[in-house]
């Protein structure tokens, strides 16, 4: 069991692990050893996970998240399968965290008096100046 919040806890069940060939430093050990790790975490059908929560998941997660909702997050910034493992582990843990915490609602407001007198005296002082780039007409036309 994987504790995100007091109230949000993923089983290890509903996470899948598949290790792979990495890429990078290594030498000879990247050919033989699968060290990286390829996290997969059903997002939009985990049953643990509260509805907003899951919906904000899948916001937040963008171009990880395949069209049926599978979270697929690859780690291969370490040498050693364990260390691999942990990072991807974390990572998931790290956006479900992001996901728990419900954006701050927006309230109306309006410009106030002074924001709108420095928005004219600017939009008159570029007129002035556009103005002033035109060329002159002559009083004998």
Same mark, same amino acid.
């Given at each position: 069991? &994987?504790?995100?919040?007091? +109230?949000?806890?993923?089983?290890?069940?509903?996470?899948? @692990?598949? %290790?792979?060939?990495?890429?990078?430093?290594?030498?000879?050990?990247? /050919?033989?050893?699968?060290? *990286? !790790?390829?996290? +997969? %975490?059903?997002? $939009? /059908?985990?049953?643990? @996970?509260p509805?907003?929560?899951?919906? #904000?998941?899948? =916001? &937040? *997660?963008? #171009?990880? !998240?395949?069209?049926?909702?599978?979270?697929?997050?690859?780690?291969?910034?370490?040498?050693?399968?364990? =260390?691999? #493992?942990?990072? $991807? &582990?974390d990572r998931?843990?790290? @956006?479900?965290?992001?996901? $728990?915490?419900?954006p701050?609602?927006?309230?109306?407001? +309006?410009?106030? %008096?002074?924001?709108?007198?420095e928005?004219?005296? +600017?939009?008159? #002082?570029?007129?002035?100046?556009?103005? @002033?780039?035109?060329?002159?007409?002559? *009083?004998?036309?």
């Amino acid at each position: 069991m &994987i504790r995100i919040t007091p +109230r949000i806890s993923v089983p290890e069940s509903e996470i899948r @692990l598949e %290790f792979v060939r990495s890429s990078g430093p290594g030498g000879q050990n990247v /050919n033989k050893v699968a060290t *990286a !790790v390829e996290l +997969r %975490f059903d997002a $939009a /059908n985990s049953p643990s @996970l509260p509805p907003e929560v899951r919906s #904000r998941l899948i =916001k &937040i *997660a963008g #171009r990880r !998240v395949t069209s049926e909702g599978v979270l697929i997050i690859e780690a291969r910034r370490f040498r050693t399968q364990e =260390k691999n #493992r942990g990072d $991807a &582990i974390d990572r998931l843990t790290v @956006l479900i965290m992001k996901a $728990a915490v419900e954006p701050a609602k927006r309230r109306k407001t +309006r410009p106030t %008096f002074q924001s709108k007198e420095e928005r004219i005296k +600017r939009k008159k #002082r570029r007129s002035r100046i556009k103005e @002033l780039r035109k060329p002159l007409s002559s *009083a004998a036309d």
